[in-house]
């Protein structure tokens, strides 16, 4: 917004003076050494930041009096090398349960551009975790859904709870959602090229995606082992970019429209504290942008691309985290403007808007899910 100033006696008595010269003789060019009176103000009181007396010295830097807040200045929006925390072996990663009572028959009245039926959506990560919930919303929204998941055997066991509880939910239903699991390695160009071509085989079609594989390391950047590093954006931003592109393509031969959603990170937007992970943090900006390059690459092929950027979430990985590492806790939600981490269950609602025609002229968008962390 502009400032505005409100002229001086003396400018106005000019101004005025101006005005009547210029009634008088209708001249421009008379009327220009009006033009040139100025008045001098100073704009501000505020002394020089840099002068030669220690007082003035004292007053431009940010450093409290001694003894108000003393080294801790500064601390809580920083790093913190001592932090690590490795991702665990699949064998040691807690079970997701299914989300209960969150898909039943509703008499609410609601779009119906927000329905899923006659889709086939496709899920990576989709046997824990966000992936999981997610997948149960398009579910309960009507959709067919595939997960995909480096563990098969969890992958096939959470597909027939999810049926179980979509039955339950939906007593007297003669048509169940029909849901698939299948393995791959998503930073695999083969493997992944493998599963689709499987799932077009078992669904008939793909029409939606959604890329929730992906994991998260806190180490120092010094001491990062860099074979983990490339692990972790083969998973990240790789195996994001294989499926979309695969699925892209599938859509592109049947000339239909789609609807891809990457998740990424609001970890994608700012830096965490006070865990460091500048890897995961680089890994998720790349999926941001990634969903913004495709969505305008693909916007002629009818083919939406995009991101939503969770917040911390309270997954089971989550929670064996912060068991761990109590003090987590209270330093993440003391910088949550809602004083509380999210729920899984709280990307049901964004991932469904995000896939279905609700939002079909949404396409290159960031969809922030994290309590207002990122604008505070």
């Not at 890897?279 to 305008?296: C, D, F, I, T």
Request: aromatic content about 6%; overall charge neutral; some cysteine.
């Amino acid at each position: 917004m502009a400032a505005i100033f409100k002229p001086t006696t003396a400018a106005r008595q000019a101004i005025r003076a101006a005005s009547q010269a210029s009634i008088a003789r209708p001249s421009i060019r008379a009327a220009r050494p009006a033009l040139s009176i100025t008045t001098t103000r100073s704009l501000s009181t505020t002394p020089a930041r840099f002068q030669n007396d220690d007082e003035s010295k004292k007053r431009a830097t940010t450093d409290a009096p001694q003894g108000a807040s003393g080294a801790h200045e500064g601390a809580f929006a920083r790093t913190d090398d001592r932090l690590v925390i490795e991702h665990p072996a699949d064998e040691e990663m807690p079970r997701s349960p299914v989300v209960q009572g969150r898909g039943g028959m509703h008499f609410k009245r609601t779009l119906a551009s927000f329905s899923l039926e006659n889709k086939v959506s496709v899920v990576t990560g989709g046997a824990r975790g966000l992936g999981l919930v997610m997948g149960q919303a398009l579910v309960a929204s009507g959709s067919d859904l595939a997960i995909v998941d480096l563990n098969k055997d969890e992958a096939e066991d959470q597909a027939k709870k999810l049926v179980a509880q979509f039955q339950k939910e939906n007593p007297g239903l003669e048509e169940l959602p029909r849901v698939t699991a299948h393995y791959a390695d998503v930073s695999d160009p083969e493997s992944v090229n493998q599963v689709l071509a499987q799932i077009v085989e078992q669904h008939g079609k793909i029409d939606n995606l959604v890329t929730s594989a992906g994991f998260t390391e806190n180490f120092d950047a010094i001491s990062y082992p860099y074979d983990r590093i490339k692990k972790l954006w083969g998973v990240n931003v790789d195996g994001t970019y294989l499926f979309a592109t695969g699925v892209a393509k599938h859509l592109m031969e049947r000339k239909a429209p789609g609807s891809i959603v990457m998740i990424g990170s609001m970890s994608g937007a700012i830096v965490n504290v006070p865990q460091p992970q500048a890897p995961y943090n680089a890994a998720k900006a790349a999926v941001r942008h990634l969903a913004a390059s495709l969505a305008v690459e693909w916007a002629g092929s009818n083919i939406r691309v995009n991101c939503i950027s969770p917040g911390y979430m309270l997954t089971a990985l989550t929670k064996k985290i912060l068991d761990e590492n109590p003090e987590l806790n209270r330093q993440w939600t003391s910088l949550i403007p809602q004083g509380k981490m999210g729920t899984p269950e709280d990307l049901m609602g964004a991932v469904t808007f995000l896939l279905s025609d609700a939002s079909r002229y949404v396409t290159g968008a960031d969809l922030r899910v994290d309590g207002g962390y990122t604008v505070t």
